[in-house]
């Protein structure tokens, strides 16, 4: 089965400053893997996703992620982090199974940003 | 473009009463349909998802049963609410292409029971 690990449940930075989320997931084939990000009280917004190709992806409001098959990790980076960032991050892995696909989801990431 | 809608967007239902939480996808046919419910604190958990009419599969035993009466509707009920099933409730479509399959998530419904 597969799974997801988020290890920081709460992460604190200073605007401008730079950003990395940690996740690492299991599982035992070739992964879809997705960060998406929720404000307070909203759905899901789905920042970018990783398939297959280019290890590095670019996503939508300056983050990119980094596939790392060797650490089984997909960490999501900012270079300079806006106090409109501040939100919930969850990454997830995804497996086809019967012509659907499910998504497993770390528990999230909730990041302060300090003006 | 696609778009999803759910509704209600916040409910609060007293224990044993009935549920019905709807949502509907346009700009699409055929597909896969998906409801995720989040507790606080907690991460998303699958509770159900369809690939066609009619074809629905549970994740997880529970209180609750999904419906997909059309192609692009996708009905959560509940004969008779828990406290246990307050929540966030998502609902999400993908289409799979061969290059993979993106799930996209609606706005999500509140759900209180008390």
């Known amino acids: 089965a597969q799974s997801v690990t988020q290890p920081d449940i709460h992460i604190t930075v200073s605007e401008g400053a730079s950003l990395e989320l940690r996740c690492n997931y299991s599982y035992g084939a070739t992964p879809y893997l997705f960060w998406y990000v929720q404000s307070p009280g909203q759905g899901l917004q789905l920042l970018l996703k990783y398939f297959s190709g280019d290890t590095l992806v670019q996503g939508i409001k300056g983050f990119e992620a980094e596939f790392k098959r060797s650490q089984s990790s997909f960490n999501l980076r900012k270079p300079s982090v806006h106090w409109s960032d501040a939100a919930e991050y969850f990454c997830a892995v995804g497996a086809q199974t019967g012509g659907g696909n499910k998504l497993t989801f770390g528990t999230g990431t909730q990041l302060k940003v300090e003006l | 473009s696609q778009t999803i809608h759910q509704w209600p967007a916040t409910l609060v239902q007293p224990v044993g009463s009935p549920l019905s939480l709807e949502c509907t996808v346009e700009?699409?046919?055929?597909?896969?349909l998906y409801w995720y419910r989040q507790a606080a604190g907690r991460g998303l958990q699958l509770l159900f998802y369809?690939?066609?009419?009619?074809?629905i599969s549970s994740e997880v035993p529970q209180n609750l049963s999904a419906s997909r009466p059309q192609d692009r509707q996708f009905i959560l009920s509940s004969k008779k609410l828990l406290l246990s099933d307050s929540g966030f409730y998502l609902c999400?479509?993908?289409?799979?292409?061969?290059?993979?399959?993106?799930?996209?998530f609606g706005e999500g419904s509140w759900l209180t029971v008390v």
């Open positions: 700009g699409t046919s055929n597909p896969n």
């Open positions: 999400a479509w993908s289409v799979p292409t061969p290059a993979g399959n993106t799930i996209y």
């Open positions: 369809s690939v066609g009419i009619g074809q």
